[in-house]
T-cell receptor, first 111, second 116 residues
């Protein structure tokens, strides 16, 4: 059974801090790893990673995948209060198209 | 380009009633997925459909739950004889295709079901 574990469970920082969120996984026939941001409603797509060592970047957010060590990190630099959310990591495999989600990291950014 | 649309956003049912949740995928997307998020838990896959076909229903409870994605119209997740444990947020996602690596799934706003 595919498994995704995220850490930490929750994190409180101040505006301007840099945070690193972790995601480790076990999946048969890995296909891709995806990061989402969930505020009060729909998870919003952030990144999809398929290859090791290639950083994906969008503004202050970046993410990288290590397929050898089976983990990914999501970095947020110069955090803002609007970054407060639950960050979800999910993996897909080649057997199907369902996503297996981790439990999420709840980030709170204080002014 | 409108995103994934779900309705209703909130649904209240009494035990034993039926709940119907609707999902319209993004324009150009022909793959639909349903996920359930129980309070304080992560998202769990339920079912994956293409037009007129159920591709994977491995996450769907065997009884009372059914899903369809007809040729015309939205995808429907149907829960018969609801129980309190069905109270959750139900999210629909869609993707354009799944060949190669283009399997990003985009989520709708969810339907929050409360069973009294």
């Amino acid at each position: 059974e595919d498994k995704v574990v995220q850490s930490p469970l929750s994190l409180v920082v101040h505006e301007g801090d840099t945070v690193t969120l972790n995601c480790s996984y076990e999946v048969t026939n890995f296909r891709s790893l995806l990061w989402y941001k969930q505020e009060k409603k729909a998870p919003t797509f952030l990144f999809m990673l398929t290859s090791s060592g290639i950083e994906k970047k969008s503004g202050r957010l970046s993410s990288i995948l290590d397929k050898k060590e089976l983990f990914s990190i999501l970095n947020i630099t110069a955090t803002q209060t609007g970054d407060s959310a639950v960050y979800l990591c999910a993996v897909s495999n080649n057997a199907g198209n369902m996503l297996t989600f981790g439990g999420g990291t709840r980030l709170m950014v204080k002014p | 380009n409108a995103g994934v649309m779900q309705n209703p956003r909130h649904l209240v049912r009494r035990r034993g009633q039926e709940a119907r949740l609707r999902c319209s995928p993004m324009k150009g997307h022909s793959h639909v997925y349903w996920y359930r998020q129980l309070p304080e838990e992560g998202l769990k896959f339920m079912v994956y459909l293409q037009k007129e076909n159920i591709i994977d229903e491995s996450g769907m409870p065997k009884e009372r739950f059914s899903a369809e994605f007809p040729k015309e119209g939205p995808s429907i997740l149907r829960i018969q004889q609801v129980v309190r444990g069905d109270s959750a947020a139900y999210f629909c996602a869609s993707s354009p295709w799944t060949s190669g690596n283009r399997n990003e799934q985009f989520f709708g706003p969810g339907t929050r079901l409360t069973v009294l």
